[in-house]
C-alpha cells in the first residue's frame, strides 16, 4: 500500500502543494494538493515530474577535502578551523557565506544568525539577489516594510490584470492557470501583458504593449500622470495615508506624449489605450517578475508601479494592488530570516540601531552586525580582489547563473578556501571547491518555505536521505558549534528553528512590524509535523491579515506610505543586439534537477537564441543555423538559432540555463557585465549589449546514445536525457580518426557490437548505427548542414527492438517509414505529446485547444503548452492549402 506524505514544490515562487506517494516497491509518484491553497490541486510541468528527477545520478553522497572521500567530523572541524582562522588573521569581513532560495526557512534562518549574529559581519548574501532583491527595495521604500499586500485570489477577482516583465504561462504557470480559468469564467475581465517579447502569456492577453527594454518607468510615469489629469487620484487616501505625491507627479509628469512614445517605443494609440483601460478599471492587479527587477533601475520600476496604486488607493482591497511574483521556492523565506546583506532576521533593518539591540538581545550573540554586507556582485568582487578568503556557497551554482560568470568562475578559483554545500558533485561550482558536504534534497529535506503570497507550508521527507547527506541547518550549525558557540547553535531538529524564528518575529514586537509569526513560538514536534500551510501574520494574540494596507497603516514611523519620485533615464544609443536572458518553459536554474527528466528535456533539447526573422537576415542567419553571441569583455557562448517575430528587432533572447555540464559553450551570464541597480544590488541581466554572427561548423551532427561519452572534442555540443539514455546534437570539426573512430573510443564499445554504417562524400553525409544484439546501442546523423533527422522519434529507437533488419534500414534513412508514428517535437511534456500528433488530430477534427486535450491529453495538465498547441491549429489551414 503507497504512503503518501503532503509537501511543496521546490521550483517557482508560487509554492504548490504536492502530495507524493512511495509504493511497497519504493517507487515514488507525485499528484497535486486539492487541498493545498496556492495550486488546489494543479501542477506544472516542472512539479508533475518530480519523481522522475530522484535518482542518485551525480548526487554528492559523501563529504569531500580536495576530491578524497572523507567523514564528517574530518570534513566540519576543518571547515570551522579555516573560517575561524581567517577571521582572526583577517576580520570577520574576510568570510562569506553566498546561499540560495534553495534551502529551507529553518536552513536560511540558521546560517544568518551565524554569520550575523556570531561572525559579526553581514556577508551573507543570497542568489535571490538575482531574482527579487528590486522588490524588496520598492517595497521598503514605499511601505517601510518589505510586505506584500496582495494574495493570489485578488488575480482572479480583479476586472483588469497587468502583467509586467512576467512570462507567467512559462515561469508561473500555475498562476497563468488560475488567471486563465478566472478569464474564461469572466470573460470582461482584460489582461494587458508589458513585454519586449511576445510571450506565451501573450495568449491570453487583451493588449499587449511590446515595450522597449526599460521603458518601464516612463511609461507607468506617464501613467500617473494621466491619472492626475483625467481626476482619477484618491485625493481622500493620498492625503490621509501618503507623502511625497506632489514630487513624485512633477517628476513623472516631464515627457511629452512624443517623448514618451519614443522612450517606451510604443504607439501613442497603444499606450492611451492603456491609460484609459487602468485609470477606468477600480479592481487592478499590477503583477511584476524579472523583467522588472532584472534591471539597472529595477527598484525604480517596482515604485513607478506602486506610484500609481498608491495614487488610486488601489491597494490591499480585493482584487487591486501590486504583487511581486517570487522566482525561486522559498526566496520569500530568505527575506522573512535576513537571508540578504542588507536586512535583519524578521524584517528588521540592519541600519536600525534598536533593531540591532533588539535581535543581539534575542539571541544573546556577542556581536551584531553593524552595516550591511557585500551585496552578491559586490561579494564576487571582494572574492577575487582578495579580501574575501574563505567561501561557502550553499545550494546555488554561481559559476552558471551570476552575471560576468567567467570572472566569478575564476575567483572562486583562486579563493584560498571554498566550501560548497550541494546534493550534486558535477556542477560547474562544485568542481572548484577544496571541501564538498553532501546536502539533502527534495523528499528528503524537513523545513517550510514561504511563497508569493506570503504562505508558509511545509516540505516534508519521503524517502530516506542517501549516503552521508545531512540538512543544510545541521552542517552550519556544526560548524558553529566547532567554532565555540554550542549553546546558541543546539538544534536537535528543525522544528526547534522554526520556533526560534517565530519566537524572534514576535520578540518586542507591537504591530510596528509586518512579520509576526509569534503564534508558533512554542511549537512542538507533533504540531510541527501536521502543520498546515498558512499566511502570515498569524500573532501570538490571534490577530491575522489575508491582506495589508487597505486601512491606511504602513510601517514608515509616521504610519504613512511613501510616494516615491522616479525619473526615465534617457537611453543613449549604443552598438549591437540588446541580450535578455531568462527562462524557459520545462527547465529550472542550471538543470540540476529538471535535466535529470526525459520529459521535461525533450521540448528544447539545446541552448538557443530567439532573434527577429528580419534581423536574422540581415545578418545572414537562417532558421537553425549556429550562432556566436559576444557579450561582455569579448565572451561568447554558441547556441542555436530561432527565428522567431515574437521577438522584437535589435533584441536577442538566449536562456540561462545551460552550464558546462550540459553544453560546450552556452554560460550566457558570461556575456553579460555586473552592472546592478544602485539601490538594491540586483544584477540587470536583461540590458547586456551583444552581437551576433553565424557560425560555419565543418559538419552538423544529431547522437542518440545508452551511455554518456566519454569526450566531447566539438566546438559545439548540447546533451538532454532521454528515457533510454541521452541525446546530442553536434557540430565542429571532424574528429581525429573520423566518427566511427571516436564512437568506439568515447562511448568504449566493446568487441561484439554490430556496426551499420553508410557515407556520401558528395554531401557529408553518413550514418553510423551501433547495436548489441537487437538493442540499438548509438545512432549518429552526420551533414553538412543542420541535420535532416525526425530527432524524436529517433531517440524512441533506444527503447525500440531492432531484431528486424528491415527497421535498422530505416534507422539508416533518419526517419520511419510510413506504417510507423513520429509523433514530432514534443510539444506537451506532462503527456509527451508531439508536434506531428496534434497535427493529425487537427485534420481529424480538433479544431480547439480543448478538444485536443480531450484527445492526446496535451494541454489538459499544467497549461503551459496551451498557446503552442493553438499556434500549431491555427498554421494547420495553411498547411493543408498548401
Known amino acids: 500500500m503507497a504512503c503518501e506524505t503532503r509537501t511543496t514544490c521546490p521550483y517557482c515562487g508560487v509554492g504548490c502543494g504536492v502530495i507524493a506517494s512511495v509504493d511497497d516497491a519504493g517507487t515514488v509518484s507525485v499528484r497535486g494538493d486539492p487541498e493545498h491553497p496556492a495550486n488546489f490541486g494543479r501542477l506544472c510541468s516542472k512539479g508533475s515530474a518530480l519523481a522522475e528527477t530522484l535518482d542518485l545520478d551525480g548526487r554528492l553522497l559523501f563529504p569531500e577535502i580536495h576530491g578524497r572521500r572523507v567523514g564528517w567530523d574530518e570534513a566540519l572541524d576543518l571547515v570551522a578551523e579555516r573560517f575561524a582562522t581567517t577571521i582572526t588573521e583577517h576580520g570577520p569581513d574576510s568570510v562569506a557565506f553566498y546561499v540560495s532560495g534553495q534551502l529551507l526557512t529553518e536552513d536560511y534562518y540558521v546560517a544568518n544568525k551565524l554569520m550575523k549574529g556570531f561572525i559579526g559581519s553581514a556577508n551573507i ?527 536577442l533572447f538566449v536562456p540561462m540555463h545551460w552550464s558546462d555540464e550540459t553544453a560546450a559553450s552556452a554560460r550566457v551570464d558570461s556575456l553579460v557585465p555586473s552592472l546592478a541597480d544602485p539601490v538594491s544590488g540586483q544584477p540587470a541581466l536583461k540590458q547586456a549589449r551583444a552581437s551576433i554572427a553565424r557560425y560555419a561548423a565543418t559538419f552538423q551532427g544529431f547522437l542518440v546514445t545508452r551511455n554518456r561519452p566519454a569526450e566531447l572534442p566539438f566546438a559545439y555540443w548540447a546533451i538532454a536525457t532521454t528515457e533510454a539514455g541521452y541525446r546530442l546534437e553536434l557540430a565542429g570539426e571532424h574528429p581525429v580518426g573520423g566518427f566511427e573512430t571516436w564512437l568506439g573510443r568515447s562511448l568504449g564499445l566493446s568487441q561484439d557490437v554490430d556496426i551499420v554504417s553508410y557515407g556520401d562524400p558528395a554531401s557529408g553525409d553518413s550514418r553510423i548505427l551501433v547495436f548489441q544484439g537487437a538493442r540499438l546501442l548509438a545512432g549518429l546523423f552526420v551533414s553538412g548542414s543542420p541535420v535532416a533527422v525526425s530527432r524524436q522519434w529517433a531517440v524512441d529507437q533506444l527503447v525500440a527492438d531492432h531484431g528486424d533488419f528491415l527497421m535498422r534500414s530505416r534507422l539508416i534513412a533518419g526517419r520511419p517509414g510510413g506504417d510507423q508514428p513520429d509523433r514530432g517535437a514534443i510539444v506537451c511534456s506532462c503527456f509527451s505529446v508531439g508536434a506531428n500528433e496534434i497535427r493529425h488530430a487537427v485534420s481529424n477534427g480538433c479544431r480547439s485547444v480543448d478538444a485536443i486535450g480531450q484527445m492526446l491529453g496535451a494541454g489538459s495538465n499544467c497549461g503551459s503548452c496551451r498557446p503552442e498547441i493553438r499556434r500549431i491549429i491555427d498554421a494547420q489551414p495553411l498547411l493543408a492549402a498548401e
Open 125 to 651: 548574501d543570497t542568489n535571490s539577489r538575482l531574482c527579487m532583491a528590486s522588490s524588496v527595495a520598492g517595497h521598503r521604500r514605499a511601505f517601510g516594510s518589505d510586505t506584500v499586500p496582495g494574495t493570489y485570489e485578488d488575480l482572479e477577482l480583479a476586472d483588469l490584470v497587468v502583467l509586467v516583465g512576467s512570462n507567467l504561462a512559462w515561469c508561473h504557470p500555475v498562476l497563468y492557470q488560475r488567471l486563465a480559468a478566472a478569464k474564461a469564467s469572466r470573460p470582461t475581465m482584460k489582461v494587458v501583458v508589458i513585454d519586449p517579447r511576445r510571450t506565451a502569456t501573450s495568449d491570453i492577453a487583451d493588449l499587449h504593449l511590446a515595450i522597449r527594454p526599460n521603458g518601464d518607468v516612463a511609461l507607468f510615469n506617464g501613467l500617473l500622470t494621466h491619472l492626475a489629469e483625467t481626476d482619477r487620484i484618491d485625493q481622500a487616501f493620498v492625503g490621509a495615508h501618503t507623502t511625497g505625491f506632489s514630487e513624485s507627479l512633477i517628476a513623472a509628469s516631464r515627457l511629452s506624449m512624443a517623448e514618451l512614445s519614443e522612450a517606451t517605443g510604443l504607439s501613442g494609440m497603444l499606450i492611451r489605450q492603456f491609460f484609459w483601460l487602468f485609470a477606468g478599471t477600480e479592481r487592478v492587479v499590477t503583477c511584476y517578475s524579472q523583467g522588472v527587477n532584472q534591471s539597472s533601475v529595477g527598484t525604480d520600476k517596482v515604485n513607478a508601479i506602486i506610484n500609481c496604486h498608491l495614487a488610486t488607493g488601489r491597494i490591499g482591497r480585493p482584487g487591486m494592488g501590486p504583487f511581486s511574483l517570487t522566482g525561486q521556492p522559498n526566496a520569500m523565506g530568505g527575506r522573512e530570516v535576513g537571508g540578504l546583506a542588507n536586512m535583519l532576521a524578521a524584517h528588521m533593518a540592519i541600519e536600525n540601531a534598536d533593531h540591532r539591540d533588539r535581535v543581539q538581545r534575542f539571541w544573546a550573540s556577542p556581536q551584531i552586525a553593524e552595516r550591511p554586507g557585500l551585496k552578491a556582485v559586490e561579494m564576487f568582487d571582494a572574492v577575487a580582489d582578495g579580501r574575501i578568503k574563505a567561501l561557502w556557497i550553499m545550494s546555488t551554482n554561481p559559476v552558471v547563473s551570476m552575471p560576468d560568470a567567467d570572472r566569478v568562475k575564476a575567483a572562486i578559483a583562486a579563493c584560498p578556501f571554498v566550501v560548497v554545500s550541494d546534493m550534486q558533485g558535477n556542477t560547474d561550482t562544485a568542481k572548484l571547491a577544496h571541501v564538498l558536504l553532501p546536502a539533502t534534497g527534495w523528499g528528503e529535506k524537513s523545513g517550510t518555505v514561504t511563497n508569493s503570497e506570503r504562505r508558509i507550508s511545509r516540505q516534508r521527507p519521503f524517502l530516506a536521505a542517501p549516503g552521508d547527506a545531512r540538512p543544510d541547518w545541521w552542517h552550519i550549525s556544526e560548524v558553529a558549534r566547532r567554532m565555540g558557540f554550542t549553546c546558541a547553535f543546539d538544534f536537535a531538529s528543525p522544528a526547534e528553528i522554526f520556533a526560534e524564528h517565530a519566537a524572534l518575529s514576535a520578540f518586542e514586537n507591537t504591530g510596528a512590524r509586518d512579520f509576526d509569526i509569534g503564534a508558533f513560538a512554542s511549537i512542538t514536534e507533533d504540531e510541527y509535523a501536521d502543520l498546515r500551510p498558512f499566511q502570515w501574520p498569524q500573532t501570538a494574540a490571534g490577530a491575522t491579515a489575508e491582506r495589508f494596507f487597505a486601512n491606511g497603516r504602513f510601517y514608515h514611523p509616521d504610519g504613512k506610505a511613501r510616494f516615491v519620485p522616479v525619473q526615465a533615464a534617457s537611453a543613449a544609443p549604443q552598438e549591437g543586439f540588446i541580450l535578455n536572458t531568462g527562462r524557459v518553459r520545462d527547465h529550472w536554474h542550471t538543470m540540476t534537477r529538471t535535466g535529470k527528466s526525459a520529459r521535461l528535456s525533450a521540448h528544447l533539447a539545446e541552448p538557443y537564441c530567439e532573434i527577429n526573422p528580419h534581423d536574422a537576415a540581415e545578418h545572414q542567419i537562417g532558421h537553425a543555423d549556429l550562432v556566436k553571441i559576444t557579450g561582455h569583455g569579448g565572451h561568447s557562448v554558441l547556441v542555436r538559432a530561432l527565428l522567431t517575430d515574437r521577438q522584437a528587432r535589435g533584441s
